[in-house]
């Protein structure tokens, strides 16, 4: 039987805990403090890729955050959501575009920390959508070839993507 004497004995004080966290939390480079009001964030984005070879980029719009940067088109996954049906829910939304599911190639993903918010967001390419993208909602577009990324400034979450993006657009283009 477990008395509250024992239970006294096997569970660490609180401040042992904090301790054990400080340790995990400092090798992640994050404090207990940003950790407790973190929120993770599911994003589904994808780059479409013209018959050039060009990227699709959207400039975020005045009044949202990261203002100004130029991100890969795409948004939150809801409640209950398949990621890939967000993902074409949202291109539909933002650019007027259909895609398909099947459409859909995984590039891999982004795992960032900003200051209130975890942002874990899987990044798709696609060369396959019916309609002319515009930005419906007021923001700009731009077409860009690879080696033109590093002009447009992204989010600090979509950094470690562009070189992943730039090499599958160089063995797609060399294949
Ligand atoms: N779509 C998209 N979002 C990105 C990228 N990089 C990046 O950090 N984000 C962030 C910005 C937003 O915080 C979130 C996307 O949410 P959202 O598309 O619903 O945009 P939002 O402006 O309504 O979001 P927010 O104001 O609530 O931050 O992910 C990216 O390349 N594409």
Redo the contacts with the bound molecule.
């Keep these: 039987m477990v008395t509250s004497r024992s239970m006294a004995t096997i569970v660490p004080k609180q401040d042992q805990f904090y301790d054990f966290g400080r340790q995990i939390f400092k090798t992640y480079g994050l404090t207990l403090e940003r950790v407790g009001r973190m929120r993770l964030?599911l994003?589904a984005?994808a780059a479409l890729i013209d018959g050039n070879g060009a990227v699709l980029l959207?400039q975020?719009p005045e009044g949202?955050?990261?203002a100004g940067?130029w991100?890969?088109?795409?948004?939150?996954i809801e409640a209950g959501e398949r990621p890939e049906s967000a993902l074409c829910r949202?291109l539909f939304e933002e650019l007027g575009v259909d895609v398909a599911p099947a459409d859909l190639e995984p590039l891999g993903f982004?795992s960032?920390t900003?200051e209130n918010?975890h942002?874990l967001?899987p990044?798709w390419t696609t060369r396959t959508w019916q309609g002319q993208p515009r930005g419906r909602e007021g923001q700009a577009l731009a077409w860009v070839q690879p080696e033109a990324l590093q002009d447009y400034p992204?989010?600090?979450?979509?950094l470690p993507?562009i070189p992943v993006l730039s090499s599958h657009l160089f063995q797609s283009q060399n294949a």
């Design positions: 964030v994003v984005a959207a975020r949202k955050s990261l940067l991100e890969f088109p795409g948004g939150k949202e982004a960032h900003y918010f942002l967001m990044l992204m989010p600090a979450a979509d993507l």
